[in-house]
C-alpha cells in the first residue's frame, strides 16, 4: 500500500454570478503572474537575482491594499498559486536551457511568457478548506459549485488543492488528492509497442491499434473556421463569435486526442506485465513538416507521460530502449540489418532468413525481445531525451523523394 497523488478533472456547472467570481479569480491569476514576471525580469536586471514567489506575494500583499483594491475581493490563494506557478515555470525554463547547453535538449527552451485574457481566462490553484461533496464542490470564496457528473469526485480522498479552469466558454476543476494505493500484481504478457503514424501503435502480439485521427477529420473545418477569424474585423463582435466557434472545436479536438490515449495507455498498463517502447525523439520528428502534423495528432510526447504514471499504478514494467537500438531495420528472427530500409518500405523482407512481415509488427517484435536487456524508464515525458538524430522510423529521404506515401497523403 502506497499513498500516491492523483488528479480528478471534471466539469463544473456554473451560474452567472459563479462565472462572474470565476473570471475574477482568473483574472487576478493572470495578473499576479505577469505582475510577477515583470518584477522579476526588473530585479535581474537590476541586481543579477530574481525574488522568489514568497517575496513577490509579500510584495503584493502590500501593494494590495493601496493600488489594488479589486485584488482584495478574490481569495489569496489565486495570485499565490499564480505566482508559484511563475517559479515553476523558471525552473523549467532553467533545467531546459542547461540541457540545451550541453546538447541534449532540440526543442523550445520555454522562458514564461505574459498572460492575458486573449490567450484563454486560463486557470485559477486554490487551497485551504476544500469539500467534495457528490454533485458538488465547495471552494474558498467561490462558495459551492454544482458539478455535472454525480460522484465522480470522491468525497472521503484528503483533497490537497483544486484548479479551476476555463477552455472554450466551459469550466472544469481538477481536484488533486492524496488517496492509498493498492498496486496490483501484473501477470500478464511481456508485449512490445511500436509507435506509429499510419497506425496509433502496432503491438508485438499483432494487435493493431488504429489511429482515429482527429485533428484530421476537423482539418477542413478549422480551415474555414480560421479563415473566418481572419476576414471578421478586429475587435468587432463577429469576431469573437468566430474566435469563439474555433476554441471549442480546438477544444473538441484535444478532448477526443486525449480519451483515446488515456483508453490506450489504461488498457496498456493494466493488462501487460512489460510493455516496451522506443525512446522516439518527438521534438526532431515534429521538425519534419510532412511528419509533423500527423506526429502532434497522435501526441506521441503525452502517450510516453500517460504510459509511465499509468505503468507505476498498474504494477506494469516500463521499458524504453535507446532509439540507436535496431528495431525497425533489424530481422527479427535472425537479426539481419536492412540499412536501406526507408518509411515508405511497409513490409520487411529479410535478405538473410527470408522471413517477410508488416515492418511494424517486426519493430514491436524486436522491442519485446530487448525487454530485459534496456534500462528502465529515465524520465517522464522524453523531453531530455532528445539526441542528435531522427528515429529509424523516420528518414526523412524517403519522404522528399515520394511525398505520395501514407504519411503524407493519408
Ligand atoms: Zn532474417
Given at each position: 500500500?502506497?499513498?500516491?497523488?492523483?488528479?480528478?478533472?471534471?466539469e463544473l456547472?456554473?451560474n452567472?454570478?459563479q462565472?462572474?467570481?470565476?473570471?475574477?479569480?482568473?483574472?487576478a491569476?493572470?495578473?499576479a503572474?505577469?505582475?510577477?514576471?515583470?518584477?522579476?525580469?526588473?530585479?535581474?536586471?537590476?541586481?543579477?537575482r530574481?525574488?522568489?514567489?514568497?517575496?513577490l506575494?509579500r510584495?503584493l500583499?502590500a501593494?494590495?491594499?493601496?493600488?489594488l483594491?479589486?485584488?482584495?475581493?478574490?481569495?489569496?490563494?489565486?495570485?499565490?498559486e499564480?505566482?508559484?506557478?511563475?517559479?515553476?515555470?523558471?525552473?523549467h525554463?532553467?533545467r531546459r536551457?542547461?540541457?540545451?547547453?550541453?546538447?541534449?535538449l532540440?526543442?523550445?527552451?520555454?522562458?514564461?511568457?505574459?498572460?492575458?485574457?486573449?490567450?484563454?481566462?486560463?486557470s485559477?490553484?486554490?487551497?485551504?478548506?476544500?469539500?467534495?461533496?457528490?454533485?458538488?464542490?465547495?471552494?474558498?470564496?467561490l462558495?459551492?459549485?454544482?458539478?455535472?457528473?454525480?460522484?465522480?469526485?470522491q468525497?472521503s480522498a484528503?483533497?490537497?488543492?483544486?484548479?479551476?479552469?476555463?477552455?472554450?466558454?466551459r469550466w472544469?476543476?481538477?481536484v488533486?488528492?492524496?488517496?492509498?494505493?493498492?498496486?496490483?500484481?501484473?501477470?500478464?504478457?511481456?508485449v512490445?509497442?511500436?509507435l506509429?503514424?499510419?497506425?496509433?501503435?502496432?503491438?508485438s502480439?499483432?494487435?493493431?491499434?488504429?489511429?482515429?485521427?482527429?485533428?484530421?477529420?476537423?482539418?477542413?473545418?478549422?480551415?474555414?473556421?480560421?479563415?473566418?477569424?481572419?476576414?471578421?474585423?478586429?475587435?468587432?463582435?463577429?469576431?469573437?463569435?468566430?474566435?469563439?466557434s474555433l476554441?471549442t472545436?480546438?477544444?473538441?479536438?484535444?478532448?477526443?486526442?486525449a480519451n483515446?490515449l488515456?483508453?490506450?495507455?489504461?488498457r496498456?498498463?493494466?493488462?501487460?506485465?512489460?510493455?516496451?517502447?522506443?525512446d522516439?525523439n518527438v521534438?526532431g520528428?515534429?521538425?519534419?513538416?510532412h511528419?509533423?502534423q500527423?506526429?502532434?495528432?497522435?501526441?506521441?510526447?503525452e502517450?510516453?507521460?500517460?504510459?509511465t504514471?499509468?505503468?507505476a499504478?498498474?504494477?506494469?514494467?516500463?521499458?524504453?530502449?535507446?532509439?540507436w537500438?535496431?528495431t525497425?531495420?533489424?530481422?527479427?528472427?535472425?537479426?539481419?540489418?536492412?540499412?536501406?530500409?526507408?518509411l515508405?518500405?511497409?513490409?520487411?523482407?529479410c535478405?538473410?532468413?527470408?522471413?517477410?512481415?508488416d515492418?511494424?509488427?517486426?519493430?514491436?517484435?524486436?522491442?519485446?525481445?530487448?525487454?530485459?536487456?534496456?534500462s528502465?524508464?529515465?524520465n517522464?515525458?522524453g523531453?531530455?531525451?532528445?539526441?542528435?538524430?531522427?528515429?529509424?522510423?523516420?528518414?526523412?529521404?524517403?519522404l522528399?523523394?515520394?511525398?505520395?506515401t501514407?504519411?503524407a497523403?493519408?
Open positions: 500500500m502506497s499513498v500516491i497523488q492523483r488528479a480528478y478533472k471534471t456547472d456554473l452567472n454570478e462565472i462572474t467570481a470565476c473570471r475574477m479569480h482568473a483574472g491569476a493572470r495578473w503572474y505577469s505582475w510577477g514576471l515583470a518584477r522579476k525580469q526588473e530585479a535581474y536586471r537590476q541586481t543579477g530574481m525574488p522568489s514567489a514568497i517575496d506575494h510584495e500583499n501593494l494590495k491594499k493601496t493600488d483594491p479589486w485584488m482584495c475581493e478574490v481569495s489569496k490563494c489565486a495570485p499565490q499564480a505566482l508559484r506557478n511563475l517559479d515553476t515555470a523558471f525552473a525554463f532553467f536551457a542547461a540541457l540545451k547547453q550541453q546538447g541534449k532540440h526543442g523550445k527552451v520555454g522562458y514564461p511568457t505574459f498572460k492575458n485574457s486573449k490567450r484563454g481566462l486560463g485559477l490553484r486554490l487551497t485551504g478548506s476544500i469539500v467534495v461533496f457528490p454533485d458538488a464542490i465547495q471552494l474558498p470564496r462558495g459551492r459549485l454544482q458539478l455535472k457528473e454525480r460522484g465522480y469526485l468525497t484528503k483533497v490537497l488543492s483544486a484548479t479551476v479552469i476555463e477552455r472554450a466558454g472544469y476543476v481538477s488533486l488528492v492524496e488517496q492509498e494505493h493498492h498496486v496490483p500484481t501484473n501477470t500478464g504478457p511481456v512490445g509497442v511500436d506509429g503514424v499510419k497506425s496509433l501503435a502496432t503491438l502480439d499483432g494487435t493493431v491499434e488504429p489511429n482515429p485521427r482527429h485533428l484530421r477529420s476537423s482539418l477542413g473545418k478549422l480551415k474555414r473556421l480560421q479563415h473566418a477569424v481572419s476576414h471578421k474585423q478586429k475587435g468587432s463582435g463577429n469576431r469573437k463569435k468566430a474566435v469563439g476554441a472545436l480546438h477544444c473538441r479536438v484535444a478532448n477526443q486526442r483515446t488515456h483508453r490506450f495507455t489504461s496498456l498498463a493494466k493488462t501487460k506485465a512489460v510493455v516496451v517502447i522506443e522516439l521534438a520528428m515534429l521538425k519534419n513538416h511528419l509533423a500527423a506526429i502532434g495528432d497522435v501526441g506521441l510526447a502517450f510516453r507521460r500517460q504510459l504514471y499509468k505503468a499504478w498498474y504494477g506494469c514494467h516500463l521499458v524504453v530502449v535507446s532509439r537500438e535496431p525497425s531495420n533489424a530481422c527479427y528472427e535472425c537479426g539481419w540489418v536492412n540499412e536501406q530500409l526507408t515508405a518500405d511497409r513490409t520487411f523482407y535478405q538473410a532468413c527470408g522471413l517477410a512481415l515492418r511494424d509488427l517486426n519493430a514491436a517484435i524486436n522491442l519485446a525481445k530487448l525487454a530485459g536487456s534496456s528502465e524508464s529515465r517522464a515525458c523531453e531530455e531525451s532528445a539526441g542528435q538524430g531522427l528515429a529509424a522510423l523516420v528518414k526523412l529521404s524517403s522528399k523523394q515520394e511525398p505520395n501514407d504519411y497523403s493519408a
